[in-house]
């Protein structure tokens, strides 16, 4: 059976001008969605050197309304790459250093009482931001780790037993280092499945790297990096990427592919409906990157991995023979792809 995937599909505004913003002249000029994922993406490489895959996929998980874990060794760029992305945005964004005596409240605010007042007053902590980087984030203890739960899911925080929604856009970018232990508190399953894409930025090639010799590293790149696209921009982005077209036998696909994966031999915990949500957003991310307004098998198989490995858990007697990685690889192999009409 065929299926065309894109007949009947509804206009979007990833293929038409998104925004307004300003010329030499003062007069308003539009840019397309292309132009503003390119300019944001051209905009980290200045940092983030060869690695056009992984900056390509933090933008996605942006425009997707998603959170990002870069999991990767020491020195490769992980806290560059979130910084690098944030700089380009203008918005509100904050670091914060996870380590074991960081509490809850240094995350979420805390009310202070007010003796003039004589009432309580909230003084918003670091989550009341765009774009929040979570630096190290195994290195707090799970109590501090659980307070991004509610933020990372309903984008509010609970104080008092009042919810206060937080900005939008709002992001999580954590990078953790998947080697060193001592010291760490592993992820659970629950905080995981709340990130859209967990990627790896891998060592640069010799010529990124000699490239690097050249112009001091990231950290002076950094200083300079200009605002590329304003909030409101982003905003008109995600708009687009949510009115992508995504055929009845295209979400059949993503959802034979969480069966698929509750049914694997080797995998303990499969794909939550949750991952099959994130992943459709992140495919019709990456098909409005691509200039479509229609999303396609191969856009489910280009975030794939990076949206689904570190969601399942593997078997106690597959886990030393098998990656998350390559269990997700057999998922995609055993699932039939809709083939769409000529």
Not at 115 to 137: Q, S, V, W
Not at 190 to 202: A, N
Not at 261 to 287: D, F, M, N, V, Y
Request: some cysteine; aromatic content about 4%; hydrophobic content about 40%.
């Amino acid at each position: 059976m065929t299926t065309d995937f894109s007949a009947g599909s509804p206009s979007s505004s990833a293929d038409q001008t998104s925004s307004g913003s300003p010329d030499q002249n003062g007069s308003s000029s539009k840019r397309t969605f292309a132009d503003l994922f390119d300019a944001i993406t051209a905009n980290i490489g200045q940092v983030i050197r060869g690695k056009a895959d992984a900056i390509e996929l933090a933008v996605v998980c942006l425009l997707a309304e998603g959170h990002l874990l870069v999991e990767d060794v020491p020195g490769v760029g992980k806290t560059s790459l979130a910084k690098a992305l944030s700089a380009s945005v203008d918005c509100t964004w904050r670091r914060v250093q996870f380590t074991p005596d960081l509490l809850p409240t240094d995350l979420v605010g805390v009310s202070i009482y007010s003796r003039a007042t004589e009432t309580f007053k909230f003084e918003p902590g670091p989550m009341f931001a765009n774009i929040l980087l979570a630096d190290e984030i195994n290195r707090a203890s799970p109590k501090t780790q659980s307070a991004l739960l509610e933020a990372m899911e309903e984008r509010q925080v609970t104080n008092d037993g009042v919810s206060r929604p937080l900005p939008p856009p709002f992001m999580v970018i954590a990078t953790q280092n998947p080697v060193e232990q001592e010291g760490t508190y592993r992820l659970p399953e629950s905080q995981l499945d709340r990130f859209l894409l967990r990627i790896s930025i891998g060592y640069p090639g010799r010529e990124a790297e000699l490239q690097m010799l050249d112009d001091g590293g990231a950290v002076d790149r950094l200083k300079n990096l200009p605002t590329v696209v304003s909030a409101d921009e982003v905003q008109s982005m995600i708009a687009a990427v949510r009115t992508i077209y995504m055929a009845t036998a295209l979400k059949a696909y993503l959802v034979d592919l969480a069966e698929a994966s509750r049914r694997h031999p080797a995998i303990e915990l499969g794909l939550s409906p949750r991952a099959t949500l994130q992943l459709a957003s992140a495919a019709k991310a990456h098909a409005a990157a691509k200039g479509r307004n229609y999303a396609t098998p191969d856009d489910v198989k280009s975030v794939g991995t990076s949206a689904l490995a570190h969601r399942i858990v593997l078997r106690a007697d597959h886990a030393g023979r098998l990656s998350p990685e390559d269990a997700v690889r057999d998922v995609f192999a055993a699932v039939p792809v809709p083939v769409a009409r000529s």
